[in-house]
């Protein structure tokens, strides 16, 4: 196992993250209990010392099971994460209800890292508003009395929320978990968060370095790009690689399923192999392709905005379109858009082309706009 430095700690490189584990039947709740603790075993005897997981994960039940598979280990043996419900408004009122039940579940008197929960367009006026919430109040005196050794915050936010979430509560927070992958360098802005985290010294924690499995079987026509740039390794492998070679990645999570995924991702973290400037600009250049195919070609020149009667973020709209279109679905955009006034969605569209006229993409507003509330239902 590969570690990497955070304040005196060696933090194993690979996270055990555990919102994939296994499950019986198909049921998200139902946690293949005896399979799930056996993966725990096969991971600390390999030298994984970072364990994520979070309130909502397997409808509630992750925490319980990874506080008994834990349980059966010195606590100074591993480094336990969890995190703050943010993302469903009904638990905003409610920090300390919550972090005391999470103790319970995880029958712990601390966490070693905790982290404010999907920082979004839907929740930052909620973790901004301190005054009304308590959040970031009750998490600091957390903190302060040592049930919170490092605090920290995960975002699927637009580089506007991250921003806004820095700009208050920066100086505070000592990691950030981002949706990272060579795809999302470019297509969740993941460079330019990377480069505003390492503007205030705070290192990244990554999720989704496979963007749900995808990036372990690519297409077949990139798979065969792929292996010509990384000739070594498999395709999930080579996805590893790319996060390694970011310098100020400490922790790469993966949810694991099964044994066979474990076995194989300790065996790519079992050295750190950084690709080359060569192998970076080649693979991002694949990516490019990648995303090309299936979105639209907006490069966000604003044109648009000034001559919509609606006064829609049409750039925005269709960044979303592509997230929602690429992924096949997903909660990034329709979580975005519940953040939008009702007359700013899609479907606010008046079909006029007036913003068709002067976009230097000839791109089809109308028609993306009414293909995205269609997909949305």
Not at 192 to 207: H, S
Not at 241 to 247: A, D, E, K, M, W
Not at 315 to 323: F, G, K, Q, T, V
Request: glycine share 8%.
């Amino acid at each position: 196992m590969i570690y990497r430095e955070f304040q005196g700690k060696k933090l194993s490189a690979l996270g055990f993250g555990a919102m994939r584990l296994p499950v019986i039947d198909g049921d998200d709740g139902k946690i293949d209990e005896e399979a799930a603790l056996n993966m725990v075993d096969t991971a600390m005897k390999n030298g994984i010392n970072y364990y994520d997981t979070a309130w909502g994960y397997h409808d509630g039940t992750s925490e319980l099971v990874m506080g008994k598979a834990l349980s059966r280990y010195p606590r100074e043996s591993f480094c336990l994460a969890t995190k703050f419900p943010g993302y469903d408004s009904a638990n905003w009122g409610s920090v300390e209800e919550i972090f005391t039940r999470q103790l319970e579940k995880l029958g712990v008197d601390y966490f070693d890292f905790y982290l404010f929960h999907n920082v979004c367009e839907m929740n930052i006026d909620a973790y901004l508003d301190d005054g009304k919430y308590g959040i970031y109040t009750y998490l600091m005196k957390q903190k302060q009395n040592g049930r919170i050794r490092h605090l920290g915050f995960s975002c699927h936010g637009n580089m506007d929320v991250l921003k806004r979430f820095l700009d208050a509560y920066g100086k505070d927070m000592e990691f950030c978990q981002l949706q990272l992958n060579y795809l999302d360098w470019s297509f969740q802005n993941g460079k330019e968060k990377v480069k505003l985290l390492d503007e205030l010294n705070i290192p990244v924690w990554v999720m989704e370095p496979l963007r749900g499995g995808k990036l372990a079987s690519p297409a077949p026509e990139y798979e065969k790009q792929l292996k010509a740039i990384y000739p070594d390794e498999d395709m999930a492998a080579l996805a590893f690689r790319f996060l390694q070679s970011i310098p100020s990645v400490k922790v790469i999570l993966s949810g694991m399923s099964d044994e066979e995924q474990l076995e194989k991702n300790l065996e790519t973290f079992s050295e750190d192999k950084k690709l080359s400037d060569a192998q970076l600009t080649a693979l991002l250049d694949v990516a490019d392709k990648m995303l090309s195919a299936g979105t639209v070609p907006c490069t966000a020149c604003h044109y648009c905005v000034s001559h919509c009667q609606q006064g829609l973020d049409i750039p925005h709209l269709i960044a979303l379109y592509n997230e929602h279109a690429y992924t096949g679905g997903g909660f990034i955009a329709p979580m975005a858009l519940s953040a939008l006034p009702e007359d700013k969605l899609p479907q606010a569209c008046l079909k006029c082309r007036s913003c068709e006229r002067v976009c230097p993409q000839q791109i089809k507003i109308s028609e993306v706009l009414q293909d995205f509330s269609a997909l949305l239902g």
